[in-house]
């Protein structure tokens, strides 16, 4: 980028100095940080579309509120590369998402200026309630407090829980509805059509907000007054409009919908609000990816594009056409299999039907699957109550997001033992996205709930034979995890055939040592095996696909346990708690004393990179392993001696 195209975001290093431009500079400075995000991401790819769409939104804020006093709750860490490339990050803004990197969504760890951790959706409005009651309780009552939350991420049950308590809690919150219609695909349900439909008259706005200063002045309006005085207003603009605000029947002012992107006007509004006394929602319409036509027009593909020519908008794609299938297309075409032979069968998804290609079935049964939003408790209910009544949901939600549902797969599936198939998608390691989107304790988490069958597929034709054992009668609640990213096999389709559940299979046979999976890491093993007796002819090892986790197969364990002084158990979750914890407890429960090695993620957050970087750090990478195992024929070897 030309030094005349960033003359103004170049003399910004932080928001004090934004504050000293004018607000006419304002326009100039939002097309100048919108081409600074183009430009980058098109060759460091990330989250795209989101941070155009709030570029505005960001600017304004930055320049009216005191950042970092003030506090600016981001929900869903999409759409802060603006923020960040204006809180001090702009000239390492390159290393976004790269290992030792800035970090892909905003944290405490990284920046003062981000106030709260935002991987995962609708939580902005509960932390800044809470950063709310804490400034007036600490002393800080001057603190001002925004959420900006997106129209998608409003569907999130934890957003209706906040906004219920901001509603009942005295505080001065402002939140800031960053309303594009979209969350990563089309936004859905009931608030997306209430939001789509709601208007307000903006003279009405400024004409109350005038009055209520004036009242206030005059001493008239104190805080019993002023919700008397709301309620009425309220009930008074409902009958004229005959319209009802659910915002403001909570007693949270509502003020909109206006132009997210027009700068100038959206910082007169911010002014105007600052110092109002009570909670208030400003409600802005932008559009996801504004700015850029081709992210515009497809704003579901460009969420994150990867890399791109800025200039043509042409997606640098590399040729699929010999590569394997990913995991999820694997798992959308064979549901679309599955159900048109199983008329019973139905599809839910939170939000993610491209994600997960859910989008498949989709397309070919609109009426038989369901987007219910960024709702992922309520995606598990909602399936429970469809299998309570004849129904076959698969339920496909990626794993770190099966976490907001832990007590609904116990309370309103396990319990029953309901016949739901939850497919946790993006399981293990995911790359990029760091912490909060590695699938790290899906195992560990789900191995203790009674009446859950939980299995994870070595290769593409093992996720086909399980998914379609899961939909046989009497399978009850059933778990398949799988990872992000291609699988091993060109020709993945295969015939669909039943698995016993509970079984393993010896892959490679061997004396020396037992090497025991689950799941694709599986694959290196393999290769890691052939290696080792390669280099030395004397030694074998065996290898054990178990397949299941839960139930775990006790005849091979126990021919393990009878044959082999020496186990390596390899897995792509945490070591505490999962597959090789499961392994351990089994052996010991039976009287046998292996000596074991449990190969899987360590317990602490795995920072973001590439898979293969961030393998290569936590020592499940095909070379780590094979190192592992071959130390442990090594130790064998030597206390024979």
């Known amino acids: 980028m030309d030094k005349e195209k960033t003359e103004l975001l170049s003399q910004i290093s932080y928001p004090q100095d934004l504050r000293k431009l004018s607000i006419d500079q304002l326009p100039q400075l939002c097309e100048e940080l919108r081409q ?156 997306e059509q209430y939001l789509l439909n709601l208007d307000t008259n903006e003279t009405y706005n400024r004409l109350r907000f005038r009055a209520s200063q004036w009242l206030h002045a005059k001493g008239y309006l104190n805080d ?25 029947g909570m007693n949270i002012r509502y003020f909109g919908p206006f132009d997210g992107h027009d700068v100038k006007e959206i910082v007169r509004k911010l002014r105007q609000l600052k110092d109002m006394r009570g909670p208030k929602l400003l409600h802005l319409h932008t559009v996801k990816g504004k700015g850029y036509e081709p992210a515009e027009k497809a704003a579901t593909i460009w969420h994150a594009p990867g890399k791109f020519d800025p200039a043509t908008g042409e997606r640098i794609v590399s040729d699929a056409a010999d590569e394997p299938a990913k995991f ?138 399980l998914m379609y054992t899961a939909q046989l009668p009497n399978k009850g609640a059933f778990v398949i995890r799988y990872p992000r990213g291609r699988g091993v096999l060109k020709d993945w389709r295969c015939p669909l055939e039943a698995v016993e559940v509970g079984t393993g299979r010896l892959l490679h046979e061997g004396h020396d040592v037992a090497v025991l999976t689950i799941g694709p890491v599986g694959n290196d093993v393999e290769q890691a095996i052939r290696e080792i007796e390669a280099e030395n002819p004397d030694v074998s090892v065996a290898h054990y696909d178990m397949r299941f986790l839960k139930p775990l197969d006790g005849q091979i364990l126990r021919q393990v346990g009878e044959n082999f002084d020496r186990i390596v158990t390899v897995e792509d979750g945490v070591r505490t708690g999962g597959f090789g914890s499961a392994v351990l407890e089994w052996m010991a429960d039976h009287g046998y004393r292996p000596r074991m090695v449990r190969i899987g993620l360590p317990d602490k957050f795995v920072e973001h990179g590439t898979v293969d970087e961030l393998r290569q750090i936590c020592h499940t990478d095909p070379g780590s392993i094979k190192q592992t195992i071959a130390a442990h024929i090594l130790q064998k070897t030597s206390a024979q001696k």
């Open 36 to 191: 600074r995000i183009i430009n980058e991401v098109s060759v460091n790819p990330g989250h795209f579309a989101s941070s155009l769409g709030v570029v505005e939104i960001t600017v304004a804020l930055h320049y009216v509120y005191n950042t970092p006093d003030d506090r600016l709750v981001w929900d869903v860490g999409h759409q802060a590369y603006g923020h960040k490339m204006l809180t001090g990050r702009r000239e390492c803004f390159c290393t976004n998402r790269k290992l030792h990197g800035i970090r892909p969504f905003p944290t405490p760890l990284e920046s003062e200026y981000d106030t709260f951790t935002c991987g995962h959706a609708s939580n902005s409005i509960s932390a800044a309630l809470g950063m709310a009651v804490a400034a007036k309780k600490t002393g800080n009552g001057g603190r001002h407090v925004v959420a900006v939350i997106g129209d998608g991420a409003m569907s999130g049950g934890l957003a209706f829980e906040g906004l219920n308590n901001v509603s009942s809690t005295p505080n001065d919150l402002l939140i800031i509805l960053n309303d594009n219609d979209m969350s990563i695909d089309r936004a859905v349900g009931g608030m």
């Open 224 to 248: 019993d007054r002023r919700k008397g005085i709301i309620r009425l207003n309220n009930a008074i603009k409902s009958a004229i409009s005959h319209q009802q605000n659910i915002f403001e």
């Open 328 to 465: 999820q297309d694997v798992f959308g075409h064979t549901l679309l299999e599955l159900a048109e032979r199983n008329p019973r069968i139905v599809g839910v998804t939170p939000a993610m039907p491209t994600g997960c290609s859910m989008n498949i079935m989709m397309k070919a049964m609109p009426d038989r699957t369901f987007d219910v939003g960024i709702a992922e408790g309520h995606a598990v209910t909602f399936s429970g109550g469809m299998a309570k009544d004849g129904l076959q949901p698969f339920c496909n939600i990626y794993s770190s997001f099966a976490q907001r549902a832990y007590d609904n797969i116990i309370h309103d599936v396990a319990i029953l033992n309901l016949p739901v198939v939850f497919c946790l998608d993006r399981a293990g390691l995911v790359g990029e996205d760091g912490p909060t989107h590695h699938g790290a304790f899906d195992m560990a988490a789900l191995r203790p709930i009674p009446n859950l069958t939980i299995a994870s597929p070595m290769n593409e034709h093992e996720l086909r034979r």
